[in-house]
């Protein structure tokens, strides 16, 4: 079977669709990917990159088609309109020209929905199927992380959105959470399959190399965030949260790891709570370095903002923390939370509440090696039972196949 992917995103971006895609391909599917030139999360081309540059290349024996784009600049409302308009655009015109046929059409999208419209378009154009997977309801994640409040470009968006889920054999969403949302823009229940989030093969448990230790502190209670420092991860939360425990326990530490563009904000509220020596913004690192810098940590963090779309949601890092067997702390509602507490995997304090979350990390301070043990096994366990890689690669093929899953 011959694939097309349509992903805004892609290598060198670190997106969960580059190791599908990888997946795909050990499997023995054919696959050719359309995605737009690399931007994200810095706001400017990569090196080597530009909007005429490299239209073409290949990354491990996968042909890639690049769209031009505008990049999305440090990522406010009217300049990541038009980084989505412009690679839908773009993409539409580039996809009506690949002389290649395909099997089938699957769009991964952790936004924006407009990376529908070039896949709509091209699968009527080979009149084959496009199977659409949901990271982010549209418009409700837009408007709930303050990118865009315009009321009538969000029902513009809804009606885009609606068009597109019709126009898709399958809608695949990554949180069971998500259903009741999309059945409400009117897809018919049949056509939704739950199909979550799993993560890269080398996300597991290890001993850490020492250069990677090197980074770290190397002393007190290490409490690591990975990912991107941006208004949907509630930083006002952590740093107040981080505020009041290490003024309770001036051991525990805070180890950032990624980028963004709240990262300025960050710098100037932990200079200005005098925190510095207990917050670190390490900066960004490769995927494959995380579980060493994860087998550094005493717990992981997750935070999302308190909104009930993300209440939907389970950030992705969720799956990468419990396949590395570490203790989660949580800051969020909704689905994300549901998953921490299942697992047994650690502790969870509603989203937006500081104090509350400052009391879940003193509580999780005070349990003990032993205790953090029992919860990183815990988080294992569940992460094989539920996200592992090689068995939601399995329900996939089922899923293009036509089968059963």
């Not at 949260?241 to 950032?256: E, L, T, W």
Request: hydrophobic letters at 40%; a positive charge; aromatic letters at 12%.
């Amino acid at each position: 079977m011959k694939i097309l992917i349509v992903t805004q995103y892609f290598w060198p971006e670190r997106f969960k669709i580059n190791d599908l895609v990888l997946g795909l391909k050990e499997r023995g599917f054919e696959i050719v990917v359309l995605t737009g030139k690399p931007n994200y999360p810095q706001g400017t081309f990569e090196q080597g990159y530009s909007f005429f540059k490299k239209g073409r290349e290949q990354w491990e024996g996968i042909n890639i088609y690049r769209s031009p784009l505008l990049p999305r600049g440090k990522g406010g409302g009217m300049r990541l309109m038009a980084n989505y308009l412009s690679f839908a655009f773009f993409a539409t015109l580039k996809a009506l020209f690949i002389k290649e046929r395909f099997d089938k059409i699957f769009v991964y999208e952790p936004s924006p929905v407009t990376v529908g419209i070039p896949a709509v378009m091209l699968g009527r154009k080979l009149k084959i199927p496009v199977y659409f997977w949901v990271q982010d309801l549209w418009p409700e994640s837009v408007s709930a992380a303050g990118q865009i409040r315009n009321k009538t470009i969000l029902n513009s968006l809804n009606r885009l959105t609606k068009w597109i889920y019709r126009n898709c054999e399958k809608i695949l969403i990554q949180s069971e959470g998500f259903a009741n949302y999309i059945l409400n823009q009117g897809v018919p229940r049949e056509k939704l399959i739950y199909y979550p989030n799993s993560t890269e093969a080398f996300y597991r448990e290890v001993v850490p190399q020492e250069h990677i230790r090197a980074k770290v502190p190397q002393e007190g209670y290490r409490i690591m965030f990975a990912g991107n420092i941006g208004e949907s991860q509630d930083f006002e939360t952590i740093l107040e949260a981080a505020r009041i425990a290490i003024g309770r326990q001036p051991d525990i530490h805070f180890v950032i790891l990624g980028d963004g563009r709240k990262k300025e904000f960050v710098e100037q509220k932990v200079q200005e709570f005098g925190i510095g020596a207990n917050f670190h913004l390490l900066g960004s690192f490769p995927g494959s370095d995380m579980p060493d810098f994860f087998a550094c940590a005493d717990a992981l963090l997750v935070c999302l903002k308190n909104n009930p779309a993300f209440d939907l949601t389970i950030p992705s890092k969720v799956q990468s923390y419990l396949a590395c067997a570490r203790p989660i702390i949580g800051s969020l509602n909704g689905e994300g939370a549901r998953i921490i507490d299942e697992a047994k995997a650690g502790v969870v304090a509603p989203a937006g509440q500081p104090e509350l979350l400052a009391e879940k990390i003193l509580t999780l301070y005070a349990a003990g090696a032993e205790a953090s043990q029992v919860m990183g096994r815990n988080a294992k366990h569940y992460f094989d039972q539920n996200f592992e890689r090689e068995l939601l690669l399995d329900k996939l093929i089922a899923i293009l196949e036509d089968k059963k899953s």
